[in-house]
């Protein structure tokens, strides 16, 4: 997942954020571990769903223990737990087999599904979604039509008010939700969420389609596609946006329910903390360059072959909160910023619309939702930028001094 385990637990207990608390005293966490202890003691006791030996599948695929202790160490920070609490962590991956978890694919592309599968080399994350008892999932059983059918009835009579409900995709609403509709007897994809719901632990909106609409409800939006937190209501739900979501994310909520039997601590908008508790800006490799007012004026320009700040070109990280600068993709390889493509939104609700150009917001017209960068670089004033942060406040008197040298340098010379 992360190359150096040490580096990641040192970034993740030193950032500082305005949503996130990860210092809550050693009264605090000494009674969380008594009850994860104590929950996991509980979850042994119950019979395996699925007979497979979570450390024989990531070994035959050439991870050894030292590699998984590693893992073990960074997903203990990923959650924002002390490392006192690294070997409740793997042990609850050994009992990720105790909870069943059914998979729906509603308005999508499938992409969260395929982040899981198309994985050239399995991280630890991958491999876990073997061990898990994944009850359905549309696209990667067996079963199809009427057979199909009864093992997803199955399996929601038989774990009753205890499996997890996987969501993908958005929900059509539009000409009574008949935009979507699934299996023989013409369910719409509305009724099938809110049945399915209905008798679950808790439910877990995968991807920037299910947890806000994502592009089916962009403008002009005919299908009236809406996020499953629109549709259901009652239950425990946790949102985990981006385009697709980091598999890492998905595992750590799982982990995260498998040690406390409940959902993890969440912000406004449904999703959990330990993951989007961080703004993409606060942890960008070009936020330096940012602060020094140096950036990509346009694709291929010397800025662009340096790795300058991407604000200029329509970057959205200063008002996008995710991990994916600390997490990444394809096996903790990179990340769209790294490969110099600025960050779109992906995971805040209207990304589409409101975030997927190539100009700074400025340019749009939209006020950020979560603050940020309003103005153009350029303008001169401590009143250039909204946000919060020293670093970004410095930035405005770097800009208004570079704007001024730049006005006046050749009368000076």
């Keep these: 997942m992360v190359a150096d385990s040490q580096e990641m637990v040192k970034k993740m207990f030193t950032q500082k954020s305005a949503r996130v608390e990860t210092n809550k005293g050693e009264e605090y966490y000494n009674n969380l571990y008594s009850k994860m202890r104590a929950r996991l003691d509980s979850l042994k006791a119950q019979p395996k769903l699925k007979e497979m030996d979570m450390m024989e599948i990531i070994e035959s695929e050439g991870v050894n223990r030292r590699d998984f ?27 990720m087999n105790r909870v069943p978890v059914i998979w729906i694919e509603l308005q999508d592309c499938a ?15 991958d491999l876990l979604f073997d061990v898990l008892s994944l009850e359905f999932h549309e696209t ?3 079963a199809s039509g009427h057979q199909a059918d009864a093992q997803l009835e199955d399996a929601m009579h038989h774990f009753k008010g205890k499996y997890l409900l996987f969501v993908e995709g958005a929900i059509p609403t539009a000409m009574n939700g008949q935009y ?19 008798d679950s632990a808790a439910v877990v909106a995968v991807g920037t389609c299910a947890t806000f609409g994502g592009i089916p409800a962009a403008a002009p939006n005919p299908t009236g596609a809406v996020g499953v937190m629109d549709i259901v209501k009652g239950k425990p739900l946790i949102n985990i946006p981006a385009c697709p979501a980091n598999p890492a994310n998905m595992v750590g909520v799982v982990l995260h ?7 993890p601590e969440l912000d406004s908008l449904l999703r959990p903390k330990f993951a989007f508790g961080y703004r993409i800006h606060d942890n960008c490799e070009r936020r330096a360059h940012f602060d020094a007012g140096e950036f990509v004026e346009e694709w291929g320009d010397e800025g662009a072959k340096n790795n300058w700040c991407l604000y200029k070109v329509g970057c959205k990280g200063p008002m996008t909160f995710n991990n ?3 997490i990444r993709y394809n096996e903790g390889t990179n990340w769209p910023i790294g490969v110099g493509r600025g960050c779109i939104g992906c995971s805040e609700p ?18 950020a939702p979560t603050g940020g960068v309003e103005k153009t670089v350029d303008e001169f004033g401590l009143g250039l930028l909204t946000a919060t942060t020293v670093g970004i406040a410095a930035h405005a008197v770097v800009s208004a001094v570079a704007g001024k040298k730049s006005e006046h340098g050749e009368d000076n010379e």
């Design 69 to 95: 202790m590693k893992w073990v160490s960074a997903t203990t920070a990923t959650l924002m737990l002390p490392p006192m609490f690294a070997p409740l962590v793997a042990e609850a991956t050994e009992l």
């Design 111 to 125: 992409g969260n599904s395929e982040a899981l599968l198309r994985s050239s080399a399995p991280t630890v994350d």
């Design 140 to 142: 990667i059983m067996a």
């Design 180 to 198: 979507g509709t699934i299996g023989a007897s013409g369910e719409t994809f509305k009724e099938h969420l809110e049945r399915l719901a209905k």
């Design 257 to 263: 329910f498998i040690l406390s039997g409940q959902v």
């Design 324 to 326: 994916c600068s600390i």
């Design 350 to 367: 209207d990304f589409w619309d409101k975030y997927a150009y190539e100009r700074p917001m400025a340019d749009a017209n939209i006020k």
